[in-house]
């Protein structure tokens, strides 16, 4: 069996397939480095006692907003 993913030819010599796999790694490291940024953002918001996340429910301005595209029960 070939190493790396079963179906997918990326194991290759092709300067194209390595520019692909290089390009996919540097994107995923990206997203793990953002990830991580705003994990920690969370947790230093959280212990200096920030409230998180989206609010419970909305403002008057926003209920009268969303009311008319709710379906009649």
């Known amino acids: ?3 790396g ?3 997918i030819g ?3 010599d092709d300067p194209g397939t390595k520019m692909m796999v290089s390009v996919l790694a540097a994107v995923l490291k990206f997203q793990r480095d953002v990830i991580s940024e705003n994990l920690r953002a969370g947790v230093a918001a959280e212990a200096s006692g920030k409230t998180l996340g989206r609010s419970t429910s909305l403002d008057g301005d926003a209920r009268g907003f969303h009311r008319p595209f709710r379906r009649a029960p």
């Open 1 to 3: 069996m070939e190493p």
């Open 5 to 7: 993913l079963p179906g």
């Open 10 to 12: 990326l194991v290759s």
